[in-house]
């Protein structure tokens, strides 16, 4: 279908006029971190004269951002880990109707992204586990991995969809061979999953690293912080001294940045296939 | 037929299903259906005190006690909130969509840009707003007072904090309602418009009669995430404001009195319930309009 000439200009305006609303951000975040406090008070928004890479080293240091890096990476990369394992226990039997109420279970799983908030009794229960438990529950590594840990929601719903697609004849064909069936789930379904499995752990990990109001009510202790509270907390050590901040907001960014570029097809693939916001 | 052996084998499946299905009713179902009983209860933050039924009580002082005349601010706010995103954010997303579908130079980067605030995470884009509204040498105060001669307080104002709020969170999720309504546009049959523009018709009555019936699909389902999406969210409003200068909503509302309120949970609870009845609300009404517009081809 031909388009015409001054409706593709007037789109390539309307995109340009978007980007710079998203780009120019990340772009005075970079040029304000690289300026002296009081180049930055002078001028604000100038581009920057006198390169301080120091800055970064004093927001390093100073943030403690290390510590929060570990924790960050630990919570999610257990908590996805542990998602895709429940996820794939949960869709499997559902899709192959291998357990009675597949229909009614499948339903049940969805209906997690429409309950009630469960806000309050979650943190009352959090509390009580940390009474009876000690190690679990209320700020503790171990209960807030399993809180995130769900095998219910999009990525259940992606996986079961997924597995519908692979030939039941393979199932038939390795019982017959004398597989147990969580050999076969494991060693066999697992590999045959990659795509989506990629798409999941994307998702999943975005959603565990991203989370802001998790770590506030459940991990309160400074050793417990992952990355979104500790930059918070950075934020409300130095107020105003923007160049730092900015280092901050770099140091924070900058891998997701690149890891983004490298995944960012699977990603919008993945989001095309489940969307969802938690 | 299930393949992986008898007897007791056949239970296998049913031992591991039974791993997610009590993580999600120890840690959501559970919690979920008790708030709502809490709800109905004097339940205090204090382990080992007893609780007792008192009806709608809650519910009454939700709105009658001393500090009703928030609730109803917040109420108002979220109402607010969830209009505006819904509506700016699905109608910007499937702008951007619909140009972007035209196959631009370039399409594909566009559309990683416009989707990276939802990788960068709450806390890093309301910090990187905050460096962009800072009242005193923020970007945009210098663009404010350049054009207009005016400058704002933006996050520390009475007035216009809520939007400026409300802006940020549609910046940020923006590209994923934009997403969405690209997979729907790329599943619509080409052909389609080729006999729309052999019959002669223009862009919009083309957009108007064929695109849109055939993506109201993409529409339920934006629909239905910006609507839960809006009214569940307040991780925006902790992370530029913590609910000062008139930002309350009634989900930062629930957080602010279950976790630093006082140690009643009755009423937190009892708003989480209310909170739920008006998404149920809204999204019964808005997919029902949607679905109506779905077609078949």
Redesign the interface.
Known sequence: MKSSKSFTILSYAVVAVMLVLYVVPLILVLNVSLKSYPEYLINPIGFVKEIQWSNYVTAWTEGNFANYFINSLIYTSVATVLTIIVSVMGAFPVARKYVKWSGFIYMFFLLSQFLPNPMVAQYKLMLSFKESFGFFGYDTKLGYIVLKTTGTGVVFMLFVGYIKSISRELDEAAGMDGSGYVRYLFQMITPLMKPVIATGVILTAIGIWNDFVGPIMYLPSQANYPITFGLKEFKGQYGNNWPLLACGITIVAAPLIVLYTFIQKYLVDGALAGAVKS | ?????KGM?RY???L??L???A??L???????V???I?SFTD?K?I?GSTMKFVGLENYYDLFYSGNSGERWRSITNTLIFMFVVTIVQNGVGL??AV??N?R?RGDYF???????????????VA??????F?P????VN?LYDWLFGYKDMFFASFTHAFGYIIFVQI?M?MG?SM??F??GLQSVP?DL??AG?IDGTN?WQSFRHITFPLIAPSFT??ML?SI??AM????II??TTDGRFNTRTM?YD??KE??RGSLE?GL??AL??V??LIILVF?VVAVRQTRKREVEY
């Open positions: 037929m299930y393949p992986f052996g084998a296998l499946p049913l591991l299903l791993i997610p299905m993580l999600y120890v840690f959501y179902f559970g919690p979920s008790m708030t709502v809490y339940v933050n382990p702008f951007v140009l972007l035209q631009l566009y559309r990683a840009v416009f989707f990276l605030p939802v990788v960068l995470g709450v806390a890093v910090l990187i707003w905050g460096m962009m800072d005193m040498s923020g970007p210098m910046w999720y994923y997403l969405i690209l997979a080409k418009y080729e523009y862009k389902v934006n995430l839960i999406g569940s969210t307040f991780d902790l992370a989900a629930v957080y279950t976790f949970m937190p609870s989480s319930v909170q739920f999204v």
